[in-house]
């Protein structure tokens, strides 16, 4: 087989005492398509910038060590980036213009160049987006923007940080595919993944990273289909851990069944929402939408990419004024009162919780809603404290947000929206990226919320949903479409 | 954008722009700077960006004329004697020669910002051989307000979701003021570093020449109306040369 990149590196250095990786050999040949494990923190980002040729250039980094892209050319290969929001180089005013910019940089000809985003854009499953205006897109949405960007610079290597982390079910499985189509046409494919179900599945070879440095490689099966898992802040891949617990209590059938729940139909509602419209300019995003949860529950809200999930969480907030229908948390309409108001009773959490965070340490971040909201110092000062607890993050107090991990980023952000002891509180895709400590401090976060009112977590997580809410609510199309809540 | 501008090579108003703000400036007074405002807001409305040019020409042309007049006419070059430095008449003469040709140049560059999509534009430069950086740099300039204007709107937002008040009286709004801006220049800081990284993954070299997928025509009759332009302002300059 043609090696395509070989990587060799005793040490890669953040600033003049950070070392992220070390000792790591690793050789990707043409049609492999090999999986980077870890927990958060690991070194998978480093890794995956080094092997894109990143590292050093736009990136500041020293590098002990060796990487070959054995192919050449420039880019020597395609990357699409954990946050689909930075991938963006508006350069492109149309998803399918901005999908061109990697091939125009290349110098490639115009009738090339098409054929090479409608290609791209076939396999990233985003035809239909062609035309839309990025910046307007879903988180789903524009991470199929960024793999047909990546795609279309045709390079023989390709490396994926965390590319379904916002794909909903159903495009994780187109997206396999491409994968797959593009690995037999001879691409070699870098894929890094908290999504451990997709690596069981898709990759050839799997590294495993602890700590910066290798824990394990081998086939799928050899590194990932074992319970303890080989690093338990990792976690297992969902069906390993489900198969794992089932033998463990003795055939039961459902593992991830919380003993001890009622069905939530039988609470009192909390949330009440009928007949909502809501939009964008002329385009109608929800459509006549009714939804009432339960007090004391915990939802996730699971659809399409663009269902209309996010929307309905702007609108609710007062962020997306609504056109038509009527939303009401226990006895109080929220209609008439203003975002600011609504913070009371209601805390959001966005898709990128960094647009969220600006306080100079942690500690202040979580104190600007309850100060904001009138409570006394000391008060906000215990709320604070204690949200932070709930997500684990109690010894950060003092560290600058912007020095955490994005993923610790998103716990920060979860907390300073239960700071302020909202009713409701609605968590958008809250799992992206988190390994398997991570989504158990979101899990932890959500029971404590239930005390309180309820939460909503907007997810493609089916696993995370599974295990942590008391039942799904499907939205398609901006409505409601089904609901399932799990039965004790 | 501009629909009916669309149409056309993203050139030729730019060089007609040029031209009018040449012609308000450089050209014979006191005909000139009213016929390149005349000509402009005439061009504007005919491509249905009119409303929002002439809003623009009138908000940097009337607080100017107002403040040169009321200097002029008013207070005392000395700042001693108040009321009839200056006959009136005479102060709105003297106001009138420095703030119409400034309309007209707001008038003529604002048609060509309001109406031309940034992109088309550097895709037409870029075909006549601008380097990759200067293109970006000219997009990034002209979408820096809107681009801000964003992110604010973003950052307001999320200080609304945590019960931060951005709006009411003088006060909250001063008060709402520092949790907004720091964020606010934060995160355009981090943008730019994220784009120059978005940038460098899909091979931009700033020395190197861009190609463009849907290339921008140019046809004659547009080459021959740029001639055309470029002849009348080489004209307008040759007459102030003169004179």
Sequence with gaps: ?488 | MSDALARWNPLTPLVAALVLVVLAYAGPAPVSAPLALVVALALAWRTGVGARVTWLALIVGVPTFALLWLMNGVIAPDGARVGGALPLAAAARDANAIALPLTAAIAALGWTVVGIAPRRLTRALAARGLPAWSAYVLVASLEAVPEARRRAHEVLDAQRCRGVAVRGGVLGRLRSLLPMAGPLIVSLVTESEERALALDARGFEPRRHRTAMVPIEDPGTERAIRAALWIVLAGILAWRFIH
């Design chain 1, 1 to 488: 087989m043609t090696p395509v990149l070989t990587l060799d590196i005793r040490r890669i250095r953040y600033g003049r005492n950070t070392v992220a990786l070390r000792d790591v050999a690793l050789e990707l040949e043409a049609g492999e398509i090999v999986g980077v494990a870890g927990h958060v923190g690991a070194g998978k980002t480093t890794l995956a910038l080094a092997a894109a040729g990143l590292l050093g250039r736009s990136v500041a980094a020293s590098i002990d060590g060796r990487i070959v892209h054995h192919g050449g050319g420039h880019p020597c290969a395609g990357f699409v980036f954990a946050n689909p929001w930075t991938q963006l180089t508006e350069l492109g005013g149309t998803v399918e213009e901005e999908v061109a910019v990697g091939p125009e940089n290349q110098g490639v000809p115009s009738a090339a160049i098409r054929a090479r985003v409608d290609r791209a854009l076939a396999l990233a499953d985003a035809t239909h987006l062609a035309q839309r205006v990025p910046r307007d897109l879903s988180g789903g949405e524009l991470q199929r923007v960024a793999l047909a960007s990546a795609l279309a610079l045709d390079a023989p290597l390709l490396v994926l940080d965390e590319p379904t982390a916002q794909l909903d079910p159903e495009s994780t499985d187109r997206f396999a595919q491409a994968v797959r189509s593009l690995a037999a046409s001879g691409t070699a494919v870098l894929i890094v993944e908290q999504n451990l179900e997709l690596l069981l599945t898709l990759a050839t070879r799997v590294l495993v990273l602890a700590d910066g440095a290798p824990l394990a490689t081998g086939s799928p099966s050899e590194v990932l289909d074992r319970w303890p898992p080989l690093d338990a802040r990792l976690g297992a891949p969902a069906s390993v851990e489900i198969r794992a617990r089932r033998e463990m209590r003795d055939g039961r059938d459902d593992a991830y069944a919380h003993a001890g729940r009622c069905a939530p139909a039988a609470r009192a509602p909390l949330l009440c929402i009928d007949d909502l419209c809501a939009g964008y300019g002329a385009r109608d995003v929800l459509r006549d939408l009714s939804l009432t949860i339960p007090n004391g529950s915990i939802t996730a809200w699971l659809g399409a990419n663009g269902a209309g999930k996010s929307t309905l969480a702007r609108t609710i907030m007062g962020l997306v004024p609504a056109r038509r229908g009527a939303i009401h948390l226990g006895d109080i309409a929220l209609d008439p009162l203003p975002v600011e108001e609504r913070a009371r009773h209601v805390g959001l959490v966005f898709q990128d919780p960094s647009r969220q965070l600006f306080s100079r340490t942690v500690l202040e971040e979580v104190m600007v809603a309850p100060s904001a909201l009138g409570y006394p110092a000391r008060d906000a000062d215990h709320r604070a404290r204690e949200a932070l607890e709930a997500v684990g993050l109690e010894h950060e107090l003092r560290v600058h947000p912007g020095d955490l991990s994005s993923q610790a980023q998103r716990r920060l952000a979860i907390a300073a929206a239960m700071a302020a002891g909202p009713r409701l509180l609605i968590l958008d895709e809250p799992t992206a990226g988190q390994d398997a400590e991570g989504r158990a401090h979101i899990a932890r976060a959500l029971e404590r919320q239930r005390e309180r009112g309820a939460a909503a977590v907007i997810t493609h997580d089916l696993a995370f949903a599974h295990g942590a809410c008391d039942g799904g609510v499907t939205i398609d199309a901006g409505q409601v479409s089904f609901i399932r809540w799990n039965t004790p």
